[in-house]
């Protein structure tokens, strides 16, 4: 995992950042705060609505806030565009061109940083031929070549949205490979919204739950996990202070409940650490708990460590 | 070159099966001292799971003391586990033991639990953790 020292320590930071689409309509986002640590992959999820297409649609400098600031890779965003790539959910391609066409596009619209024979190697791994037009290939054919594109241009930070949703598991399997493995070998930077969460768990190692607008979850997975407990016993939602009890379902005379621990917990409980999928579904189902943000993906409110 | 194999139903934590698997590979003899491990991009390029996560199996591997990280070079195994090839006479006595065990008509379980018993016996393990309500 290298990074070079151009690469600074955090890849996105957004502060107070809102959007709003028309005066009557409730805003995309609103007063958002988050950090994203360089050199993770970061799951972007959240309900249908939430505002993930919009956060990485901000990112990439294609919408402009109506509130707050957003810096990527400590620039504003469009400024560096040579250096983040973004996958619209889309994937806007010219049908009418061929693939080396689309390739060699690529390489005129980022001339200083283009790997011609990296992005060759993509397409040819999904025994591609160069001559094919875009117009005769799959979904997941064209995803592929897509994926080609962006990482051709050797991004420091890619935006993918819902990038897999069109694909066979064959396809998803192979190109999230490839996205690993760049990921591996460069240190990549990626942030990628996506509604399968056993996708996700293996793929990724740090969360952003949006709701209502705004970060509801963020951090390491391993560490969000880490201050979440599955209790079960009998007693009431009133017993578990000072615990923060996120969800809280009955269970035969007791119940069942997601908590965010605050000190130990009382030895007359069952208890477990939950899963991604339990701690997404938890925060999904109960839209008032409290945000948790880890430190690292907290905007801090002073200077900005190197 | 080993093959990870990721099973994502069996509950075990995905770093913790790479371990499993590369201390298999060193007890068959399909790894041995001086072999080097696939590289991360290599088993995530093959797995497609997270960058960190084989970091971590192999920093855990090199805990135990059977791998060791040569800096640019790629990660390398020490020493073996078990010393029982494959074709070991150990395993030809077992396969034999396994082959009467069936003409005598005892069933998978059967010799599961046979065998189970008689290796908890030779070979106890003080901190096992025990299912809950069993001690």
Known sequence: MSST????????????????YGRKAAPALDDCSFRLPAGRISALVGPNGAGKSTL???????LHPTAGTLRVLGAAPGELRDRVAYLGQNKPLYP??????????????????????????????????????????????????????????????????????????LARHDLMGTLMADAAEHGTTVLMSSHIVSELADVCDHLLLLGGGRIRLGGGIDDLLA??????????????????VVESRPAGRGLTALIRREGPVDPAWQTEEPSLEELLLAHLRSPDAPALLTPATTTAPLAVQA | MVEYRIDRRSGVATYVQIVQQTKQALRLGLLEPGDRLPTAREVVEA???????????????????????????????????????ADSPLRAELESWARRARAAGLDREDVDALFGSVLDQHFPKPDELFPEGDQ
């Open chain 1, 5 to 20: 020292s151009t690469t600074p320590a955090v890849a996105l930071e957004a502060t107070g950042l809102g959007k709003r």
């Open chain 1, 56 to 62: 990485l649609a901000l990112a990439a400098g294609l």
């Open chain 1, 96 to 169: 009418q061109l061929t693939i080396a066409d689309t390739l060699r596009m690529g390489a005129e619209l980022n001339p200083s940083r283009w790997d011609a024979a990296y992005a060759a190697r993509i397409v040819e791994e999904g025994a591609l031929h160069p001559g094919q037009k875009i117009r005769g290939l799959s979904g997941g054919q064209r995803t592929r070549v897509a994926l080609a594109l962006a990482l051709g241009k050797r991004p420091a930070l890619m935006l993918l949205d819902e990038p897999m949703a069109d694909l066979d598991p």
């Open chain 1, 227 to 244: 201050a979440h407990t599955l209790v079960t016993g009998r007693g009431t939602a009133a017993d578990l202070a000072p615990h923060t």
């Open chain 2, 47 to 85: 797995t497609a799971i997270n960058p960190n996560t084989v970091l971590k199996a192999y920093r855990e591997l090199e805990r135990e003391g059977l791998v060791e990280a040569r800096r640019g070079l790629g990660t390398f195994v020490r020493r073996t586990l078990g010393a029982q090839p």
